[in-house]
């Protein structure tokens, strides 16, 4: 795939307003068009890293533990999600929640400070155990052996029920609060300053995976933040190449 067609981007492309609300969610995140598109863009990158960290880990567990280049396959997607997850990690913690602290009334600062010190220190957690799963994946590249497939299964499942557990929470006690007091222009500015460093073939494997479970109104939004040139990559060969990315990977094609 030619990484010429897709320029620099974010992790995920910023979620624009829209009309339609995304199905069960609550009135509260989508009091104010900035929160709504920060809210989309948390939701959606906990849902793509929560799917794949639980796949890692079923797909590792019956992986032929000496087979090379299935070995690299798992390991090198475990290392992407690892990278997506730190970044977002860093994100939150340099600019989305110094942005909701500013933003929400005095009275509730005390509370959101606690709220977000204790997010913080879960997600710490789980950057350990990010730098846990891969130092399994390079034990078991080198070793190839069944001991070693099986510690790398182990340290994913072990992410997977951390970040799942933390992303829960999370949605349940501080994207409300994103959604309702986020100031305009806060997220622009984060999601313009807040730059991944991914190659062309992976931006379009991410929004591949990010639209994969997504809402049809995230979706849209999604497919709209992309430039130009991004859209016509994903529609004349992204697309088509992540279906045969996610075949190789997980030995089926995508959900939808």
Do not use: K
């Not at 492309?13 to 009309?19: A, E, W």
């Not at 070793?143 to 340290?155: E, I, M, N, Q, V």
């Not at 072990?158 to 970040?163: E, I, R, S």
Request: net charge neutral; hydrophobic share 45%; glycine share 6%.
């Amino acid at each position: 795939m030619s990484a010429v067609a897709v320029r620099p981007t974010g992790l995920i492309p910023t979620p624009r307003s829209s009309t339609e609300a995304p199905p069960a969610q609550p009135p509260t995140l989508l009091l104010n068009p900035s929160g709504s598109r920060a809210v989309s863009y948390q939701r959606v990158l906990h849902q793509l890293v929560r799917r794949e960290l639980r796949l890692l880990a079923e797909l590792a567990g019956w992986a032929p533990a000496d087979e090379a280049h299935r070995t690299a396959a798992l390991t090198e997607h475990a290392d992407l999600i690892g990278r997506i997850l730190l970044h977002h990690h860093e994100v939150e913690r340099e600019a989305v929640w110094p942005a909701l602290l500013r933003a929400v009334p005095n009275d509730r600062v005390a509370d959101m400070r606690a709220a977000v010190a204790d997010c913080t220190a879960r997600c710490a957690r789980i950057d350990h155990l990010i730098r846990d799963v891969a130092t399994a994946a390079r034990q078991w590249e080198v070793a190839a052996t069944g001991p070693a497939r099986d510690a790398f299964a182990t340290a994913c499942r072990a992410l997977a029920d951390a970040v799942e557990a933390q992303t829960a929470d999370e949605e349940s006690a501080l994207l409300p609060l994103l959604g309702e007091h986020l100031q305009t222009g806060d997220w622009t500015a984060i999601a313009g300053s807040s730059q991944c460093r991914l190659s062309g073939r992976e931006q379009l494997l991410v929004l591949g995976l990010a639209l994969e479970d997504s809402c049809a109104a995230d979706r849209a939004r999604l497919l709209e933040g992309l430039s130009p040139s991004a859209r016509v990559a994903w529609r004349v060969h992204g697309r088509r190449a992540y279906r045969a990315a996610v075949v190789r990977l997980r030995g089926a094609p995508p959900a939808a």
